[in-house]
């Protein structure tokens, strides 16, 4: 099945991951539809984990889990229409093994490869699954306000750091840090982004920083060198952003959002036992649900 | 009408406030009961408010609101018991404006003044008030598990620092930082102290930081001088606790949480314009709802 990008939506994207016909990121793919980071862990964890997503909602905002463990094409949603009671079905045909491009598999806590699927790794009655809300989620929004994100019109990845940024531990997740998504604006365009943003509540919502005196506050060593994702450019893509010959470059500084990289680094600091799985860094599952569905404020 | 500990519920307390007989702060009063940190916010700014709460839900906890701009006696609820989908009515003969033991009243960003009640000052429909969950809520339960908090044990007031943890910021609220409230443990004890603390999901919950290491993750200067509350001492009551000679005192280390302080100290900072009122503070409003009423962990 062929992805054109136009004419995507969440269901082509998966089914195209489903039969290994798409093996790449997904940002960019089926625009307005949520995407999402997604997390397998061992039933004894679930618990916990949760509760880490419940008082860290920024950085890991939970959209649905597993139906009962072991389930993986039943979810449970947590995001509904603020006017509504009844919670969004995030994907009707959904099969958590399949539906990423590629999974990363870690045993004991440590990385043990990548795969197209993870068919096998699944434990029946004994993996839940967890999906992550996806700042990509908001991309089409800035691009459809003329505030295209750098990365995007680029075609990278979008850089990604770990910062000091303690996060609220919760059980046996105890220890991580928040990780962040930068995409650098002009300073007479914050307010305009933090707007936009802002009503993704359930994909990270409004940036958690700004401005050049926040690499500092983070605990970012250099902009210029994220620990995911690509190295940020100038916007003449000719050098490396957030250099010191760099930082007047057109009134541009660098914006922070929560990123779902946070859940993963917190699961595996935690050294769990057992097999731990997730996507592939930038390798989404992309749901049925559309912004407009659950933002209210974004414009359809 | 007087107060003794053993026998009050939370509306004792409401009514001795309202008819200021009570005039002191709350903490050891009406065990189990929640209490609550008061806000008042001109309407304008409480989308924003809220949103706060919802990005900062362990320091800034979110348990009921005014129904509509101006009420002061009809409350919309938040929080229920986990097993039920209707909110649990956290207060049935309440007023905003009486029954907190003390306020404090800001005008344009600037402390105004203390006060027994804010009945003249209250803005019918405009003023929305907002109650967000205190620590005290759970002092209860660890005392019952023979962990009585050393400030209750000493009767003094819990001490609380600023921290250099940024909250993440919502709309006008930009640039607040975490406040935490501190007690003492040994390290042997801090497991079971996390684990009861945990339930109160909206009254903190477990731990953010814990150790002397934590002192300086959270940017604390001095844990013997807090910004708020009394200088806490060592167990003999006789030092300051976490001087550098009272620091290997019996394995007792600092164990921090997250207080109901926090919203109060991001809306200074947010420099509003108009009248702003909250609680004095440790002068709580004790509500009707019991901590075995909404977190079924705890044993009631």
């Known amino acids: 099945m062929a992805l054109t990008n136009a004419t995507n939506n969440g269901r082509a994207v998966r089914l195209a991951a489903r039969s290994n016909t798409l093996s790449s990121p997904t940002a960019g793919l089926a625009p307005s539809y949520l995407q999402a980071n997604l997390i397998v862990l061992p039933r004894q964890y679930a618990t916990d984990f949760r509760l880490l997503c419940a008082r860290n909602p920024v950085p890991c905002p939970l959209l649905a889990e597993s139906d009962r463990p072991g389930s993986f094409n039943e979810l449970k949603s947590y995001i509904r229409h603020p006017s509504s009671s009844?919670?969004?079905?995030?994907?009707?045909?959904?099969?958590?093994?399949?539906?990423?491009?590629?999974?990363r598999i870690?045993?004991?806590?440590?990385?043990?490869?990548?795969?197209?699927?993870?068919?096998?790794?699944?434990?029946?009655e004994n993996h839940v699954g967890f999906l992550i809300g996806c700042s990509y989620s908001f991309d089409d929004a800035l691009s459809a306000?003329?505030?295209?994100?750098?990365?995007?019109?680029?075609?990278?990845?979008?850089?990604?750091?770990?910062?000091?940024?303690?996060l609220c531990p919760a059980g046996v997740f105890v220890g991580g840090t928040v990780v962040v998504s930068m995409r650098p604006y002009r300073s007479s365009d914050i307010t305009k982004v933090r707007d936009i943003t802002r009503a993704f509540v359930t994909t990270h919502g409004e940036p958690i920083?700004?401005?050049?005196?926040?690499?500092?506050?983070?605990?970012?060593?250099?902009?210029?060198?994220?620990?995911w994702g690509d190295v940020p450019l100038t916007a003449d893509g000719k050098r490396v952003f957030g250099c010191q010959d760099t930082k007047e470059e057109d009134d541009y500084v660098p914006v922070f959002w929560g990123c779902g990289v946070t859940p993963q680094e917190a699961v595996m600091r935690?050294?769990?036992?057992?097999?731990?799985?997730?996507?592939?860094?930038?390798?989404?599952?992309?749901?049925?649900?559309?912004?407009?569905?659950?933002?209210p404020e974004v414009r359809g």
Chains 1, 2 share one sequence.
Request: charged share 20%; net charge negative; glycine share 10%.
């Open 270 to 295: 935690a050294n769990l036992t057992g097999t731990v799985m997730g996507h592939a860094p930038g390798h989404m599952i992309v749901l049925d649900v559309q912004d407009r569905d659950v933002f």
């Open 145 to 166: 306000a003329g505030l295209t994100p750098r990365y995007v019109a680029q075609g990278f990845n979008v850089p990604m750091y770990r910062t000091t940024v303690p």
């Open 86 to 103: 009844s919670p969004v079905t995030v994907a009707s045909d959904i099969d958590l093994r399949t539906d990423a491009p590629k999974y």
């Open 209 to 227: 920083a700004w401005g050049w005196e926040a690499v500092s506050r983070l605990g970012i060593a250099d902009v210029g060198k994220p620990e």
């Open 106 to 124: 870690y045993k004991d806590g440590t990385l043990a490869g990548e795969a197209a699927d993870i068919v096998d790794a699944w434990q029946p």
